[in-house]
């Protein structure tokens, strides 16, 4: 039994007989009564499923509504064809959100062609007048392999409509040209696709991974839709308006929903696009007129009845043509006892279960004794459960969901339909005037790169000017010395540029070797900490539970892949016979709370009390409501102990400790006061470390040795930090977003008192609550006493950091509790506040702003399943590096190079954070790359202990050009890139790889990248093989061992004879060969061969 069950069930219904065979006509009404839950999504699935080729149409009041049908039907439906429609984010002629831009190109581009089945949208939706519609049948492109383009023409199509020509594609809408290689990621692909070009003609299609940027597979169509409409000669676009239900067949069938009230949406949408045209007129701003982008109420209504319509109505309607008998299944509420009896009685059940991890644990849970429950468990998503009772002779159905059994909201998941990012280290590549810091020679200045001569080839070089105008040239196979110059912690961009060392002179390496002392300090310290730990011992916690897995079944969303791993790093060390000292490293709202709760109760259930140590007291308030709704069900003693209990009650409470009543407390560092006495503490949870002081730290430190401690913090950490601190410090890093999480839509605004009032209007009237930062004191109070006079109906509260502390604990907890609808404030709600109500922000004069604050600025809103807005309100003249970074965010593509621009930005204050004070002067002198690589080292020289350093690369010289030519690679940052990448390859293989890589990106290596590629690998090898220096001329090389290295000649000869090499013995200590190429392969591949075969 599964879902296609559930049509058959509701097909055998006489009622759905009579609905099939009066299914209206046109300008006919059918009202149905009597479908609870998701069986209303049932019937017009078994609908759909017995009527061929005709198209049936949802038609919801919000994008919302017609979502949860979407996922419904996708959920039952065994057809193609179902899309869904989206309105228009806004009232403007352009969709600026790509994800629901891309729906609607793609939606239209199905009808276009007769591939709709289902259609889901909204009132609004069906009112809007687009161009797009024709633009996409006329626009849209197949290409095959076989077809002839001229290059010129297609980049001429894909700028007609709307894409950007870039260098690298990271992003939806975008193409770029490289030779012969031609990538594109438009609307309709699933991944981008890479065309390669013999001339005209297409001779490979390949998809290819944005991060790698690397071919997967085959491709066999490339399907090419527009991202904008192109414009006529005399501006206006050449292409008609229609509205949706100009698309639709005569004889499409209308399906209006429970609760639809299509007429006020319509009227409401009317009103609100003439009120956007007065604004932005006011604004002076040129919109198009109403008339133009919406068709008028009474139109769309006249046209909805020329459809025939079925419509849910309530049970107490006047008008009910058919009644179905379906009703509520009974509620269980988390009892499990209760719900193994339900199943087991006459009724088969289907339960629809989110997840295979969901279901396993349901299957456990349902267990009596060993003996399987009476019940079907099965995979999918429903909005809700229903209940068909028996009738008739015939077999009734219950249906219930595991988001209802729990008690859990049910979370709409849609997957993100583009994906977005290029690779961290192109992103953050060197460009001409970063500042660099050199191993041996220090600080100066990045200049670009540079060919030059070196012997009789010519190479490229990294130009570095230190202090004096002096200048370094580092060949590029050396570029693993140098690394960019950045400042650990959050340093603004007009902080003072770090001072530049002088080229020979000593002051670099008393820097270099002092920080290389510290680092060592440092990391004996931790070896020391690690190893007392390793020594102590504590009793081990129990294993997993009954009640343990019905906790963690009872949990709102799927685990990400991170989740599960931490929660079984977590419970691995709970269940160890040693103290557990943990760092669990994830943005915000990756999920660290709910493995806190779980290793919490794991403690409480082995007898044992729990310490949750906070920061601030807003945030201990907010872990007790989510630790106190995600035990509810258990007996859980929870209490918190902060400046918002008096003194009777935080008496009261410390007497509970120590009596063992209380199994967690909840509170900031008033709980490591000397007072606070546990009859039995098991585990301390520790919220941002960093940010409580020595002193409290210190008392950490004592308990760690004796005491389970998780420490969560969602400041990212470097993976090159997590790697080398691996051995020292037991860590788990939370990396994985949440599931399809809807992105901010962004916008970058002058800060107009038309636009606030209009967006904090649309939020308050959907009953949501707004942020305002504003970050100067001397002003804050005259900003929301402006914003009131704009928005009079709005409670506003104000919160900043010279405010009395209890003052503002108040302030922000009234705006938490919902009794404040805008909270103007400082940069004090950067982290740690958590109001899922709250999803439209403003940041005012947002161009004083880093990428790093605003991307977690931003990071508040967006919490919910509600549509979240972000507005960066700037004066009319922004510099030029300020809009950069405000663009990054308003092209909202999370996975894209702004986003890890932003994330590698908060890595460096994760970092400080993790090193600490002691050690950030250290890093500000080197910079941080440089002191991640001294940590690197010295880690990895403490563990090999005696063994032999990795040997040194071989100096080669060659008589060719070896170089990767500017006409091959253009861009410089990419350039380097494959440079550096070169340099760390850790063997052969890896090289051919990235070579394999650059001629999949790039096209056939050309000779000058050939011979860089076997150049490297020639380094490479020979520094295995004890290799010094090898010197290549026309038909000859001459190859000379390290003074220590021991050659066995038999496996010389034999290896240079296989590639047709004569080789004389020149010199006997250090061995020094001459070879003379006699046929066969070119010396350089000779060589390589050759040598390849002697590392074996």
Known sequence: MGLPTLLDALERLPQFTRVY????????????????????????????????????????????????????????????GIALYPPREGFGETEPHTEVAGERVETLEKLSRGAVRLLLTTSRAMMERTQLARAVSRARLELHKGDAWRLEALSEHLDAHGFDRVSMVEDVGQYSVRGGIFDIYSFGMSEPVRLEFWGDEIVELRHFDLLTQRSTRDASVALVLPVDIPDSHDGESAYERVTLADLLPPDTLVVQPLGTSIEPELKRTWTEALHHVDVARRRGEDPSPREQLFEPPDETR???????????????????????????????GRDMAALRTLVSGGTPTLILCDNSGQLE?????????????????????????FLLPSQDNREGLRVLTDHE?????????????????????????????????HLEHGIGIYRGLSTTFVGESSVEVAVIEYEGGDRLNVPLYRIDQVERYRAAGDVSADAPPPRLHKLGGRKWSQQRDKTRAAILEMTHELLDLYARRRIASRPAHVPDTTWQMQLESGFLFEDTPDQRRATTDVKKDMEGGRPMDR???????????????????????????????????????????????????????????????????????????????VDIVIGTHRLLGEDVVFGDLGLIIVDEEHRFGVKHKERLKQLKTETDVLTLTATPIPRTLHQSLAGLRDMTLMQTPPRDRSPVLTY??????????????????????????????????????????????????????????????????????????????????????????????????????????????????????????????????????????????????????????????????????????????????????????????????????????????????????????????????????????????????????????????????????????????????????????????????????????????????????????????????????????LGGATVLEGLVRSLRSLSR
């Open 21 to 80: 065979n009066t299914i209206p006509a046109r300008d006919r009404v059918l009202t149905l009564t009597g479908l609870h839950g998701s069986s209303d999504a049932v019937l017009v699935a078994t609908l759909a499923r017995r009527m061929t080729g005709r198209v049936v149409v949802v038609i919801t009041d919000a994008l919302p509504d017609a979502e949860r049908w979407l996922a419904d039907l996708s959920a039952l439906a065994e057809l193609e």
């Open 302 to 332: 006249r046209r909805l009845r020329g459809f025939g319509t079925i419509r849910i109505v309530d049970p107490a309607s006047d008008e009910i043509d058919v009644g179905f008998p379906l009703r509520a299944p009974e509620a269980v």
């Open 361 to 385: 644990r349901l299957e456990e849970l349902l267990e009596d004794r060993g003996r399987r429950c009476g019940a079907t468990l099965a995979l999918g998503v429903l909005g809700a459960g």
């Open 405 to 437: 059994i729990f008690r859990r909201e049910r979370r709409i998941r849609r997957a993100r339909k583009y994906a977005g990012g290029a690779a961290l280290d192109v992103v953050t590549a060197l460009k001409s005037g970063d500042y660099v810091v």
């Open 583 to 661: 760092l669990l490293v994830g943005d915000v709202g990756y999920g660290k709370t709910e493995i806190a709760v779980r290793a919490a109760f794991k403690a409480v259930q082995s007898g044992r009390q729990v310490a949750v140590l906070v920061p601030t007291t807003i945030l201990a308030d907010q872990h007790v409501r989510t630790f106190g709704d995600r035990l509810a069900d258990f007996p859980v003693t929870i209490e918190e102990l902060s400046r918002f209990r008096t003194g009777k009650e935080q008496a009261a409470t410390l007497e509970r400790l120590k009596r063992k009543e």
């Open 748 to 1077: 970058i605004e002058p800060n107009d008192d038309a636009l606030i009032e209009e967006a904090v209007n649309r939020e308050l009237d959907r009953g949501g609550q707004c942020f305002f930062v504003h970050n100067r004191v001397e002003t804050i109070l005259a900003v929301a006493d402006h914003l009131q006079r704009i928005v009079p109906r709005a409670r506003i509260v104000v919160g900043h950091g010279q405010m009395k502390e209890r003052q503002l604990e108040e302030v922000m907890r009234q705006f938490v509790r919902g009794d404040a609808d805008i909270l103007v404030s400082t940069m004090i709600v950067e982290s740690g506040l958590d109001v899922s109500n709250a999803n439209t922000m403003f940041v005012d004069r947002a161009d004083h702003f880093g990428l790093a604050q605003l991307y977690q600025l931003r990071g508040r809103v967006g919490r919910s399943h509600r549509r979240a807005y972000c507005y960066l309100l700037v004066p009319d003249i922004v510099d030029e590096e300020a809009e950069r970074r405000l663009r990054v965010l308003e092209h909202n593509t999370e996975l894209g190079s702004g986003y890890r621009i932003a994330l590698k930005d908060m890595e460096l204050r994760g970092a400080g954070n993790l090193l600490g004070p002691e050690q950030s002067g250290f890093v500000h002198a080197v910079g941080f790359d440089l002191y991640l690589r001294l940590l690197e080292e010295t880690v990895t020289r403490i563990q090999r202990g005696d063994a032999a350093p990795p040997p040194q690369p071989s100096d080669v010289s060659l008589d060719v050009p070896a170089f990767l030519p500017d006409d091959y690679v253009p861009l410089q940052d990419l350039k380097l890139d494959i440079y550096r990448r070169l340099t760390k390859a850790p063997d052969a293989a890896a090289i051919e790889a990235l070579a394999a890589e650059v001629r999949d990106r790039f096209g056939p290596l050309p000779p000058q990248a050939s011979a860089y590629f076997d150049l490297a690998q020639l380094r490479l090898l020979g520094g295995t093989l004890g290799i010094e220096a090898m010197l290549v001329r026309g038909d000859e090389a001459r190859i000379t061992f390290r003074a220590n290295a021991v050659p066995r000649m038999k496996g010389l000869s034999a290896a240079f004879h296989e590639v047709q090499f004569q080789a004389e013995v020149r010199r006997a200590q250090p061995l020094t060969l001459k070879l003379t190429r």
